[in-house]
């Protein structure tokens, strides 16, 4: 039987890897590399854009439970992920460009996948998975709104990127905070004096004008930096400049506020200025980050972009498989449908494909457990809220332990057990086989 997926993202790339693997006759759309999005630029599939990292590593926390149960589900992302990993402290973060040709190379070499190397311009009637991301192209998110009617739409930023000979590690350190995991992030440290100059010019600067966009609602978790900053002069300093768990080997002392910096290779030849996501016009992203200490010479091989992301309605639209409601088999997938993050876009493909084979088949849904975090999320998105937001994994959606535990890592670990024998025990109930 023949089934389509439309987008080869992270999101679309597992769902075609997993009806693959079901032994559907798969057609993967990507619109790439004949017209891409405003902010891709690279020809493989499952391309990272904001950032390496894919979060947290340890089981016991948010995005780390949430990557066991994609290794459970039997992610193709967590496949790529430890193939291409580079060394990043507590977080698994990937070289972009091996990340992406391992997905690719995956897909391609499959005899169940067939790729069409083309923009779907037509809504689909049914057998389909819609994974075209937060950037689906003009024309086909006309379609999809016509089709479906109120969509909303937010803004998302990527940082810069510098190569590591230009940074000046006489200034800088290398350090991971509490001293976790091995120290391989460097670290700008600022005096006070150096961060009340540098937040000046920052809130200051001149932003790239947004054109196409009149009404700016900025999603919290990839906010600029300098849009972050412009809510009061402690804002960065307690956001992505914090300080906490680190201390300068020069004084001995906690600085005032800290830069870090993260491998974006395995060579360790770039780095990525974390948390700092930005609309700075070029030059003045070059004159403002050059004033972070030990960027005084830096050189910028990526500036920061903004783009438009788009997601749907979803409550009022999917249900919790992430079928549109009374579509024939019909699903979304991804970040368009409202979850937020690289894994949870990804998990999100997993699970569409999954209820989109078990429908085929005659199966029900596969019910995923609220004490899960794919479950949690799938109830994110069909629940309805007066003002519906994309949301990324976090331990506030999962219900609360019976036994209240004051050590919130030791709760975390608990949290993080009960869900992943929840998982285990609901696929085994509903005769999930891993393929």
């Not at 109120?150 to 990527?158: E, V």
């Not at 030791?410 to 393929?435: N, P």
Request: charged share 25%; proline share 4%; glycine share 8%.
């Amino acid at each position: 039987m023949k089934v389509k997926v439309i987008g080869a993202g992270l999101a679309g790339c597992e769902a075609a890897w997993r009806l693959a693997a079901e032994g559907f006759e798969v057609e993967l759309y990507e619109m790439k590399p004949k017209k891409f999005s405003p902010a891709h630029h690279y020809e493989g599939f499952a391309e990272l854009v904001c950032s390496n990292s894919l979060k947290a590593a340890r089981v016991e926390s948010a995005a780390g439970m949430l990557k066991e149960e994609m290794r459970i589900l039997g992610s193709l992302t967590m496949e790529a992920a430890a193939a291409t990993a580079v060394d990043a402290g507590g977080a698994l973060a990937v070289n972009r460009t091996g990340f992406s040709d391992y997905i690719t190379a995956k897909i391609k070499s499959n005899p169940n996948i067939t790729v069409i190397e083309e923009e779907v311009t037509e809504f689909p009637e049914s057998n389909t998975i819609i994974a075209t991301g937060p950037l689906t192209s003009d024309s086909f998110a006309e379609v999809i709104y016509s089709k479906l009617g109120k969509a909303l739409s937010f803004y998302d930023a990527a940082a810069p990127i510098v190569t590591a000979e230009s940074i000046d590690m006489t200034k800088a350190f290398y350090a991971a905070r509490y001293d976790r995991g091995d120290p391989d992030y460097i670290n700008c440290p600022f005096t006070k004096e150096e961060y009340e100059a540098f937040y000046n010019e920052l809130v200051n600067a001149e932003t790239a004008p947004l054109k196409e966009f009149e009404d700016l609602t900025v999603y919290e978790g990839c906010m600029p930096v300098e849009v972050l900053a412009k809510r009061g002069i402690e804002s960065v300093r307690y956001g992505c400049m914090k300080p906490v768990g680190l201390t300068d080997p020069r004084t001995g002392r906690r600085p005032y506020a800290v830069v870090q910096l993260r491998k974006e290779n395995n060579e360790g030849t770039l780095y990525n200025i974390v948390g700092f996501q930005t609309n700075l016009k070029f030059g003045e992203q070059k004159r403002v980050f050059s004033m972070i200490t030990g960027l005084q010479n830096a050189e910028f091989m990526r500036y920061g972009v903004m783009h438009r992301n788009t997601f749907l309605n979803s409550p009022l639209l999917l249900d919790k498989s992430f079928m549109l409601k009374d579509s024939d088999n019909v699903y979304f997938a991804g970040q368009i449908t409202g979850v937020e993050g690289y894994t949870e876009s990804a998990a999100s493909g997993i699970i569409a494909a999954i209820n989109l084979s078990r429908r085929l088949r005659g199966k029900k849904a596969l019910e995923l457990p609220l004490t899960t975090m794919t479950g949690a999320l799938s109830m994110h998105i069909c629940t309805e809220t007066k003002n519906f937001q994309p949301m990324g994994a976090n331990m506030g959606i999962l219900p609360e332990l019976e036994k209240r535990i004051k050590d919130k890592q030791a709760k975390y670990a608990v949290i993080a057990e009960r869900g992943l024998s929840d998982l285990r025990r609901a696929l085994s109930e509903q005769e999930y086989e891993r393929k």
